[in-house]
T-cell receptor, first 112, second 113 residues
Framework: SQQGEEDPQALSIQEGENATMNCSYK?????LQWYRQNSGRGLVHLIL?????REKHSGRLRVTLDTSKKSSSLLITASRAADTASYFC????????????FGQGTTLQVKP | DTGVSQDPRHKITKRGQNVTFRCDPI?????LYWYRQTLGQGPEFLTY????????KSRLLSDRFSAERPKGSFSTLEIQRTEQGDSAMYLC???????????FGQGTRLTVV
């Protein structure tokens, strides 16, 4: 079953603008991971943020995690047309199975 | 390329036929996961292995599905008597441990006609 919900479901912006995607989940987690997926392709790992971390950066990506609100956000700064893709958050539930529970994703379109 | 590798990338099969997919994980990763993704949805967990042991299977994995990881390295996912509802992208992921990054392969897109 899906436990994450992403918001918005779709986002369309101009090149150079920032894009923010949000993810909410329902149960306790060990960590949360963000992925990018281009149409018809596999998932590309972006960032893993642990439950005891509040913010993480990687290049133009910034991820925050608020475990009290059970939510995370992914910010892409200075977006490029090549950032056009679907973005998914995936939660590692408490326990040690390592299986991920995905949301339905946010589809981002960056117009040149 | 030392990433996760899946084969084939695409498979078209007639309803009722059996199909088998292969996944080669990152070599030092002892955990291997299978997921299924349908159009417009996020991936859903099917099953996972720690080394050669299959430790959990989702209720999505009907009796027609079987997965193996015989020597704790590559894994195969077989679907017997395929149905049109089996049409999906089948994704494989590997992890070094339960709390490290999960890396995915490019997936196998199955179309049952």
């Amino acid at each position: 079953s899906q436990q994450g919900e992403e918001d918005p479901q779709a986002l369309s912006i101009q090149e150079g603008e920032n894009a923010t995607m949000n993810c909410s989940y329902k149960t306790s987690i060990n960590n949360l991971q963000w992925y990018r997926q281009n149409s018809g392709r596999g998932l590309v790992h972006l960032i893993l943020i642990r439950s005891n971390e509040r913010e993480k950066h990687s290049g133009r990506l910034r991820v925050t995690l608020d475990t009290s609100k059970k939510s995370s956000s992914l910010l892409i700064t200075a977006s490029r047309a090549a950032d056009t893709a679907s973005y998914f958050c995936a939660t590692d539930l408490s326990g040690n199975t390592g299986k991920l529970i995905f949301g339905q994703g946010t589809t981002l379109q960056v117009k040149p | 390329d030392t990433g996760v590798s899946q084969d084939p990338r695409h498979k078209i099969t007639k309803r009722g036929q059996n199909v088998t997919f292969r996944c080669d994980p990152i070599s030092e990763h002892n955990r291997l996961y299978w997921y299924r993704q349908t159009l417009g949805q996020g991936p859903e967990f099917l099953t996972y292995f720690q080394n050669e042991a299959q430790l959990e299977k989702s209720r999505l994995l009907s009796d027609r599905f079987s997965a193996e990881r015989p020597k704790g390295s590559f894994s195969t996912l077989e679907i017997q008597r395929t149905e049109q509802g089996d049409s999906a992208m089948y994704l494989c992921a590997s992890r070094a441990s339960w709390n490290t990054e999960a890396f995915f392969g490019q997936g196998t897109r199955l179309t049952v006609v």
